[in-house]
């Protein structure tokens, strides 16, 4: 798909704020009209485990932390019977989350096809395990996983070699391995992290565009307790915003998630977030006895649970999708 934007235009729109910024905010929602009408995907997610082998300077989940913090990994049964609270609150998007270790693909690998019988086949399943070996990928994709998030957080090759440890080219082949088995892929960007230049976000925009990726996330940078970025600021919660809405613009079809961490930076950040174009709305459904140790930004996190999405959902006046997505956008 062509690039309907050059950069030096994207730098403009991510800095406009005031009049402005509600106008780009009001396009983002005419473009998500159009395709989408007042429908979002609503997702349920479980987090399996927070035991990660990747060292990112700006989560409290990093290998380094390892050893002080009070880890956990779901069994298939525990992660079973919150797939099943999913089912019976009417989402029919399963999603699994977890750091980055190679146990995670034996026990999704169970889960699968027990999530195929559960929901009789009319269920997504997303995914969001990391870097895995093409077999792995591949085995997911037979057993019946549809979707699967891998986020390029930063397009700035040396910034992401700095905070993430491992070069951009090999975080991006597997999300080519992943687009070329058929995955609808989504990737995504953090807004805030140091040494970051505004070029470079407008870059994470033309990157996702130039490898066909389904799914664009922003989410401002909330800086975590134990870890090297522990001292930093957060993100701007308006560039990212307009970061939202110019994905929205730049392409319509895109799942686009209010994410959690907009709620974490400024109150009322889910709701703004929808306001600037997004489509997506996750709840929390891992139990209790795991929540608090999925150090995602801190144990302080913002825990979106049912009745909070159903609350914002009636203040924009939007509704759930009946049906699945990508089955949507195939008929149009
Ligand atoms: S951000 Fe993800 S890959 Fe990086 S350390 Fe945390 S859990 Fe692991």
Redesign the pocket.
């Known amino acids: 798909m062509n690039n309907p934007f050059r950069p030096a235009e994207i730098v403009e729109m991510l800095k406009l704020r005031g009049e402005a910024q509600q106008q780009l905010f009001a396009e983002a929602r005419c473009k998500r009209a159009e395709v989408w009408g007042d429908r979002i995907v609503l997702r349920g997610v479980v987090e399996i485990t ?1 035991l ?5 300077e ?6 380094d932390n390892t050893k002080s913090n009070d880890t956990y990994l779901m069994t298939v049964p525990q992660i079973m019977e919150a797939v099943e609270a999913i089912k019976e609150a009417g989402i029919k998007v399963v999603f699994f989350q ?3 270790i190679p146990q995670t693909t034996k026990i999704v690998t169970a889960l699968i096809p027990q999530i195929r019988e559960l929901f009789d086949n009319d269920v997504e399943i997303l995914l969001n395990l ?1 870097n895995k070996p093409h077999q792995d990928y591949a085995l997911f994709k037979a057993l019946g996983a549809n979707t699967y998030i891998i986020k390029h ?1 930063t397009s700035d090759p040396d910034l992401h070699l700095k905070i ?1 440890h491992e070069t951009l080219d090999e975080r991006l082949s597997y999300m080519r391995d992943l687009l070329e088995l058929g995955f609808k892929v989504g990737t995504g960007t953090i807004i805030g992290l140091p040494g970051q230049t505004i070029e470079s976000i407008a870059q994470d925009l033309l990157l996702g565009q130039t490898l066909g990726v389904h799914m664009m996330s922003a989410s401002a940078f909330v800086p975590a307790p134990n870890t090297p970025m522990d001292h930093l600021p957060n993100g701007s919660l308006e560039t990212t915003l307009n970061y939202i809405a110019i994905s929205r613009i730049m392409n319509p079809e895109w799942l686009i998630p209010s994410v959690s961490a907009l709620e974490k930076v400024s109150k009322d950040g889910q709701l703004m977030g929808l306001e600037a174009g997004a489509n997506v709305m996750t709840v929390n459904f891992t139990p209790d006895y795991s929540l608090q140790k999925y150090l ?1 930004y801190g144990k302080d996190r913002y825990i979106v649970k049912r009745n909070h999405v159903e609350t914002l959902l009636g203040q924009v006046g939007l509704r759930t999708f009946p049906e699945h997505w990508y089955d949507y956008l195939a008929a149009r």
Do not use: L
Not at 52 to 56: D, L, P, Q, R, S
């Open positions: 927070n990660c082998k990747v060292n990112c700006y989560c409290p989940m990093r290998r977890a750091g980055e990391g957080e993430r995602i």
